[in-house]
């Protein structure tokens, strides 16, 4: 009986063998780094807004405190994105016939609340809770980036579990003391970790409770 | 499972079964003794009907084409972009919200014409869960507070805010408020119409109504308590004095009151004080579930029956009744008589006191209950109380007024006040003079305030009938109401009502104390209130908050009234309006006399209406929860059926199948009178014999979507004179049958000992030997104990305590967003509920002790569901939580064919998703919403637990006992459940983890349960013992 395949089958069969293996192990490489790419997570990539909000402007060059708008931060598990009101108390005063406002004063004047678009947005089975963070020693920049430096905002983190969990299971390495919380210019310092540590026993934190399922999702 | 291999259950075989066990046996159902080969499918198989619900209809073939094309299409749904969300602030912040904080705000809610306060939590605007008002006379304390979240949660002093205990109907209310099935619109003869036009229409009718003084205007409203409201319709029958008020209420207290008429010539209200009685009897009154003061008896009964190593004394409660009822099955004795009996009973009592009555001849072993009971309240002299139910002639009522008298109850555990009703009537009777009038012909106009009488009226007044023909003759007929509804369909007019939440009111509790009805939203459709009804009847435009302010600030005088009434909306109660015990005297020959003239029973069966436990009148037919709540004792869901005994139903040949997971019944044709209805039966332990209960509410034709067309309708066979119970009834085989729903035999447990119980006396006297364990101490374990040093969470639930009434249940699926999922899903098996309530029978078919566990997610330090999950779905936490994290859970269902107790709860289809916009308001922002093919169980409320944690630690301080308590814990009206960290020695929990009696199911197993029990101590009288 004569041969059925041509002896070059045998390099065609081992090429795609291994062709297929490459093909197979790249795409997973490919799928994975995608998937953390900023391309997928967003982040950097500023975000439209009906008012096009600078924080550099309202908190580096005029010094105003995260608190006066996201009043709730320290109290509640949401940061809040400051009432027309508070807008208001000041663009009643400067800026009153700047065109980019117009929203802000047709918000004020009709009572229709603006539609903000969303820049960090966690899925519904992550309940987040904004005031242990600040109360607990964790600075605003170290999930919310250089935001004095944004004039769109813009995601800094890419609010992965492996992200939340690279802190949640090291907190020393990001803690800071209370007083600095707010502190946009706070650099760490050389020996965060070991200043990490102390803060994490001050502020009674229980370490190993942080990675406990039901702490974030329940 | 195939149903025509199902056999009926064979009676005679479960009662010889019965009687040769040795020793407490503790039985689940019928079923469970008959052994029968379904019933052992159900213990071995986790779901026993896992098949897809598709299942007959879909051939493999078709299912894995089927499988193969969503799989392919599934990865499409990758190339949807991410929708942007959008943060919407409000324009002003109101002082006093706080984004992602809730609010709690009081109120009351008003069943019957009675409040029970509520202090209901509110997000953002929107009511999710109703608590408790701790400072309400109905609604007592539990051990807790609010968690201190933030001062909102506080008392303007400062000091926490005490949660009451509840009842499933004021859990219930908020589904109502959400339901889509509310009405939105005016409607006129059935078309739409509109508020303009209803306004124009009711003007037109007062002012041609005003010539005539009001001659041909009729009001028929529910039972009025309401100080406002009453005072609006005396101005109206002021204006309109020809004019006539009626009050129908189908569950009233007619005879309550009659029988107080009887005994001292005018009617009183009467109020107990079982806090202070050593011995209770009840002839037929459910006193712990039903009624306007339930929650407090409830609350006040369980203070005395805490057995604690150092406490050893408890009161003693003996029932007789006619129907197996929440308050029967915590009797320490208990006797099941017919309705006549049961009277019989009380007039032989009588007798035995030294009350000059003619004491019937009653057979030996009831002589042999008089005696020992009359020794018994003798030895406790104003220190006892005897209670009749509702059901009963009220010459029985009067009967004891006098026993209470005789006993120097009165001023010490009985009190007696003035009526809280506005105008206290006798319903049936008002309703008859309306339909009176209305036959002959003098009405033309009816404005029927709230309630369903085309429904729930007797059979006999034909009130539907001549509804339907003053409209017809173009009669002014106005129904307001929640629903459009049966009534609604007869009448011109039908114009939606205001739900509780949404308007203003007041309302007084079952002892007199005023509560402003507070609403806590604005009314999602544009709505009235009974008030603004009828101030628009008197030509004003008032809303219900003008209404209700100005009619308080004429009562509590102009001088810092608004101080008051800030106080008194804070706190839920208007201080100092209950009212005053008054002084009575019982007129001993007029009771005498009533009681010979009690009418005699007519040959045949007795038939007993009870109001539903779940659906009551009919009014939350509607309701979701309430219709896929197990109710107490049969477990049954969806339906009513006709109670009858194991002997009647021997008897009459009726039979039940032995059971899978639905039952197959036989249903029987009832006939009274003339009238017949369809009913299906269920055999029923500790039924007397030759008489049967049917519960109202049922049979509703325009309900809803969700109550419509199921049940039978009992207001078919009610008679004006025979409200509650009719003699000469007839049963006979329909030769149909029908499928029940009940929960009973769903997740049982198989083990050995699952429940603990003993008397007062072997507490006394060997008190650590009074749970018979199979284990004695730690059992070793492979693994090194877990070492912590923060809270260990845990929970001692006692079920001396437990009544079974449920509240738990409900505020278990409030709080955690827990779906219902149908009849027929719970036919299978699948019902969502976290909690469930078991029964178990001791003793004899005929009158067996019944015992009730609550059962929730043990939280099993040796969790065995953990160790077989593939995907770490299930983990401990370090305090000793057993989570369930919905994103990683695919659905093995492992965990659950692994769970010893049966608690774990799978969504087999998308039962939460709520087609309804307005449904999504009632969720608990707190707790995930979970999505098909996802296991969940009871999480200890986690979300309180982190909620608490994160103030404390805010506050840099631990959490202290009683700041962290679980949704059933603060719904339990007896307080049963602790819970609390179990490592600190002084929290209660701790405590009760070292009483003598406290056990843990199926312990035997080292799983190690948080979560554990106290076993149910009774004090049973050791003259009625061993009969």
């Known amino acids: 009986m004569p041969q059925v395949f041509h002896r070059s089958s045998n390099t065609l069969a081992r090429l795609s063998i291994v062709t297929g293996a490459a093909l197979l192990v790249s795409s997973v ?119 004095h430096e944004m004039n769109i905002t813009y995601k800094a983190q890419p609010l992965s579990m492996s992200w939340c969990l690279d802190c949640h299971r090291q907190p020393e390495k990001y803690i800071r003391p209370k007083e600095e919380v707010f502190n946009y210019e706070y650099k760490a310092p050389a020996n965060q970790l070991e200043l990490g540590e102390k803060l994490v026993k001050e502020y009674n934190i229980k370490k190993e409770q942080l990675t406990d399922c039901s702490i974030c999702h329940r | 499972m195939d149903k025509k291999q199902r056999q009926p259950l064979d009676l005679e075989e479960i009662r010889r079964r019965l009687s040769q ?70 324009v ?79 859990q219930a209310s908020i589904l109502t408020l959400y339901d889509p099935d509310r009405s939105q619109s005016p409607m006129y003869q059935g078309q739409l119409s509109s508020w303009t036009e209803f306004n124009a229409a009711l003007a037109a009718e007062m002012a041609k109504q005003g010539a005539v003084r009001g001659a041909g205007l009729r009001i028929l409203t529910e039972n009025v308590t309401s100080p406002t409201l009453a005072a609006l319709m005396e101005e109206l029958l002021k204006k309109f004095p020809q004019a006539k008020w009626h009050q129908y209420e189908p569950v009233n207290f007619d005879n309550s009151r009659e029988g107080a008429k009887v005994a001292f010539g005018e009617p009183v209200n009467t109020v107990y004080r079982f806090d202070r009685a050593d011995v209770i009897l009840s002839l037929d009154s459910d006193f712990l579930y039903s009624g306007p003061a339930s929650v407090r008896y409830a609350h006040d009964f369980a203070s005395r029956r805490r057995v604690r190593k150092d406490t050893t004394s408890m009161n003693r409660l003996y029932v007789v009744e006619s129907t197996p009822t929440v308050t029967g099955s915590v009797a320490d004795h208990r006797l099941p008589l017919r309705p006549s009996q049961v009277a019989q009973f009380a007039v032989a009592l009588t007798g035995a006191l030294g009350i000059p009555v003619s004491a019937p001849d009653l057979p030996q072993e009831q002589r042999r209950w008089v005696n020992a009971i009359v020794r018994d309240l003798q030895a406790h002299r104003g220190r006892c109380v005897v209670t009749v139910g509702e059901m009963h002639h009220p010459a029985v009522h009067a009967l004891v007024h006098a026993i209470n008298e005789r006993l120097g109850n009165v001023g010490q555990t009985v009190l007696y006040t003035a009526p809280v009703e506005a105008r206290p009537v006798n319903h049936a009777g008002s309703l008859a003079e309306l339909v009176q009038d209305m036959t002959e012909g003098k009405v033309e106009a009816l404005l029927i305030l709230g309630g369903n009488p085309a429904y729930n009226a007797p059979a006999d007044t034909q009130f539907a009938r001549l509804l339907k023909e003053l409209t017809q003759r173009n009669g002014f007929t106005v129904h307001l109401s929640l629903y459009e509804d049966e009534t609604s369909a007869v009448c011109q007019w039908h114009i939606p009502e205001a739900h509780y939440l949404e308007s203003w009111g007041d309302i007084r509790a079952f002892d007199g104390t005023v509560s402003i009805i507070q609403p806590l939203i604005e009314p999602l459709y544009p709505s009235r209130s009974a008030y603004e009804l009828v101030d628009a009847m008197l030509g004003r435009q008032r809303n219900s908050y003008d209404i209700v302010r100005a009619y308080w600030s004429r009562r509590l005088g102009n001088a810092n009234f608004t101080k008051t009434w800030r106080k ?110 369809r009913a299906p039966i269920w055999i029923m332990p500790g039924q007397p014999d030759d008489c049967v209960t049917l519960s109202l509410g049922y049979g509703r034709t325009r309900a809803g979507k969700v109550g419509t067309g199921i049940g039978c309708n ?40 699952l429940f603990h119980s003993g008397t007062l006396e072997e507490f006394r006297k060997d008190p650590e030997h009074f749970v018979e364990r199979e284990i004695h101490g730690e059992l070793p374990s492979m693994y090194p104990d ?30 955690n967003n827990i779906p219902i999922v149908g009849k027929e899903q719970v036919a299978s098996g699948r019902e969502m509920h976290w909690m469930r309530i078991d029964r178990y029978y001791e003793g004899g078919l005929d009158n067996p002790d019944t015992h009730l566990q609550p059962v929730t997610c043990m939280h099993c330090e040796k969790a065995p569901c953990e160790p077989v999950c593939p995907v770490g779905a299930t983990v401990h936490s370090h305090e000793g939580l057993n989570q369930m994290v ?142």
């Open chain 1, 29 to 147: 490489l490919i799928a994975s780094n995608l998937s953390r790419s900023p391309y997928v997570t967003q982040v950097g990539a500023p975000v439209d807004q009906p008012v096009p909000f600078s924080h550099k402007h309202h908190v580096k060059e005029l010094g105003i405190d995260c608190r006066y708008c996201h009043s709730t931060v320290e109290k509640s598990a949401v940061a809040s994105v400051p009432p027309t009101h508070t807008c208001m108390s000041c663009h009643s005063q400067v800026w009153t016939n700047s065109p980019l406002l117009e929203p802000v004063r047709l918000s004020y004047l009709n009572g229709t609340p603006i539609q903000w678009n969303k820049v960090y947005d966690l899925p519904d089975f992550v309940y987040f809770d904004h005031s242990i963070h600040v109360n607990k020693g964790i600075g605003c920049n170290t999930c919310h980036g250089p935001i």
């Open chain 2, 21 to 90: 066990a040795r020793g407490p046996q503790y039985w689940r159902s019928l079923e469970e003794i008959a052994d029968s080969e379904e019933f052992q499918q159900i213990l071995e198989k986790e779901f026993p009907r896992q098949s897809s619900p598709l299942g007959a209809f879909l051939h493999r073939r078709q299912f894995l084409r089927l499988m193969g094309a969503s799989l392919a299409l599934a990865g499409l749904t990758s190339c949807r972009p991410l929708s942007q969300r959008k943060i919407v602030p409000q």
């Open chain 2, 92 to 170: 002003q912040q109101p002082e006093e919200v706080i984004p992602g904080k809730p609010l709690y705000y009081a109120s009351a809610f008003p069943m019957g014409g009675y409040a029970r306060g509520v202090l209901v939590e509110s997000h953002e605007g929107r009511p999710t869960k109703v608590e408790g008002n701790a400072r309400h006379p109905a609604t007592p304390g539990a051990n807790g507070v609010l968690s201190m979240q933030s001062p909102t949660q506080m008392n303007p002093d400062g000091t926490p805010r005490h949660l009451g205990a509840t009842d499933v109907f004021m």
């Open chain 2, 568 to 677: 008194v909306l804070h706190d839920g109660v208007v201080a100092n309006t209950a009212l005053p015990p008054r002084t009575v005297k019982v007129r001993t020959e007029a009771v005498v006399g009533a009681a010979g003239n009690m009418p005699r029973p007519a040959e045949g069966l007795e038939l007993v209406f009870a109001p539903d436990p779940t659906v009551w009148d009919g009014r939350f037919a509607n309701n979701g929860w309430l219709q896929e709540l197990p109710k107490p004792l049969t477990h049954l869901t969806w339906d009513n059926a006709l109670l009858v005994s194991p002997n009647t139903a021997q008897k009459l040949g009726m039979r039940m199948d032995t059971g899978g997971l639905a039952n197959m019944v036989d249903v029987v044709e009832v006939r009274y009178r003339g009238e017949k209805l």
């Open chain 2, 714 to 753: 009992a207001y078919a066979l009610r008679f004006s004179d025979a409200l509650w119970t009719a003699s000469g009834v007839q049963v006979v085989k329909a030769g149909e049958r029908y499928p029940l729903a009940g929960t009973q035999q769903h997740h049982s447990m198989q083990g050995r000992k």
């Open chain 2, 786 to 815: 877990f070492q912590w040093d923060g809270q260990r969470w845990a929970m001692v639930i006692d079920t001396s305590l437990c009544i079974g009434c449920n509240a738990c249940v409900t505020a278990c699926q409030a709080e």
């Open chain 2, 886 to 1027: 919905y994103n990683r859970c695919v659905g093995t269902r492992y965990c659950s064919n692994n769970c010893p107790y049966k608690v774990r709860r799978f969504n087999f289809l998308k039962y939460n998703d709520p087609k309804e916009p307005v449904l999504q308001l009632l969720n608990n922002p707190d707790v995930t919403v979970r999505g098909r093919g996802v296991m969940e169980k009871c999480s200890y409320c986690v979300q309180r637990i982190n909620a608490a944690r994160i103030a404390a630690k805010k506050l840099g301080r631990e959490l202290q006992d009683g700041e962290v308590m679980t949704a059933c814990q603060t719904a339990c009206p007896t307080q049963a459940i602790v819970f609390g960290d179990m490592a600190d020695a002084g929290s209660l929990v701790a405590q009760l983890k070292a009483q003598p009696h406290h056990y843990g199911l199926l312990e035997e197993w080292n799983t190690r349960p948080r979560t554990t029990y106290l076993a149910k101590v009774r004090n049973p009288n050791p003259e009625l013992e061993g009969a």
